[in-house]
């Protein structure tokens, strides 16, 4: 039914995408599996300028209930989230990102709460697995534990009050922030959030290696940058830290990257010998220092170009 007409939907499940077309067909035939009438609701794909045939793997797709295909040039998620939107026809807006798994009862589990309870933010727990055999079968871990009031991985709220919030800002053109900056905003409007533990979405995300850390530091460094975007927009202690613009967290990140560590060939040893010897623990909690860094370098970087 791709772009077939469903007057009166009850949902319209939006999901910005860039270069994961394999990934995102399982996402997409998940959803065409849910215990919720399929007349009653569609899926919104809008690809951010996807360069690995994702808009042909859309279209070829047997779906079982409404799914639409939109494309723009690449400009980021907070563009991406707005155009579908204004393209749903939906009442309740679903928002899950496209590398998020979901069981069947997904979209009725988000429906059911919106029915009990007026004015609300519905958030699903998200829970990251590094597995993508029996994804749904992992079980909720510390880590996996969130205090967004709203998280653009998996929520919903209603598309009147989003048109009334003024939507995901666009300033927000790279990575990081731009649903907590509108989870603000809805904060302010009088919204509540509430949580679905049975509305689960399962995070794909493959161990990160060595090879990686390039990737993730140069994603960490847009993150941190945006992050001076969302504390000028909101100068509160809340965002200050959620964001850690902060002495504290500048002065934590010296100390374990003392000396300049990670670019030192004894330091880049250190992190061959242990991916070699297969120790994840500790290579894992290293490469996050790291990442930390980048993270922190992109909020140095933001603060002194007045970004």
């Given amino acids: 039914m791709l772009d077939s007409i469903k007057p009166n939907l009850s949902a319209s499940i939006i999901i910005p995408t860039y270069n994961r077309k394999n990934l995102l067909k399982r996402v997409l035939t998940a959803l065409f599996s849910q215990t919720y009438p399929q007349d009653k609701y569609e899926i919104i794909v809008v690809d951010d300028g996807s360069t690995d045939g994702t808009g042909g793997m859309v279209r070829r797709l047997e779906a079982s209930c409404s799914l639409r295909y939109f494309r723009q040039r690449k400009e980021g998620l907070s563009a991406a989230r707005n155009y579908g939107i204004k393209q749903a026809r939906g009442e309740i807006i679903?928002?899950?990102d496209?590398?998020?798994l979901v069981d069947s009862h997904f979209v009725e589990e988000h429906l059911d709460y919106h029915r009990r309870y007026p004015r609300v933010v519905v958030k699903g727990p998200v829970v990251h697995t590094h597995?993508?055999?029996?994804?749904i079968r992992k079980r909720r871990k510390l880590k996996d534990i969130s205090m967004a009031f709203f998280a653009g991985g998996n929520c919903s709220v209603e598309k009147k009050t989003l048109l009334e919030a003024g939507l995901f800002d666009e300033d927000f053109k790279e990575y990081g922030w731009e649903d907590l900056e509108l989870g603000i905003r809805l904060k302010k409007q009088g919204l509540r959030a509430v949580t679905n533990k049975r509305a689960v979405g399962y995070h794909y995300r493959k161990k990160p290696t060595l090879a990686d850390l390039?990737?993730?530091c140069a994603k960490e460094r847009?993150?941190?940058?945006t992050a001076?975007?969302?504390y000028r927009k909101?100068?509160?202690?809340?965002?200050?830290?959620m964001t850690h613009i902060s002495y504290l967290f500048f002065a934590l990140d010296w100390l374990l990257n003392w000396n300049n560590w990670m670019n030192k060939k004894w330091g880049k040893n250190l992190l061959l010998w242990l991916e070699k010897r297969n120790s994840r623990i500790l290579l894992s909690f290293l490469i996050k220092i790291v990442t930390s860094h980048a993270y922190l370098d992109g909020v140095r970087e933001a603060l002194a170009n007045g970004c």
């Fill in 94 to 96: 679903i928002f899950i």
């Fill in 98 to 100: 496209s590398d998020i």
């Fill in 131 to 135: 597995t993508l055999v029996h994804p």
């Fill in 214 to 216: 390039p990737v993730l």
């Fill in 222 to 225: 847009m993150r941190g940058r």
């Fill in 228 to 230: 001076v975007l969302f």
């Fill in 234 to 241: 909101h100068r509160t202690f809340e965002v200050k830290y």
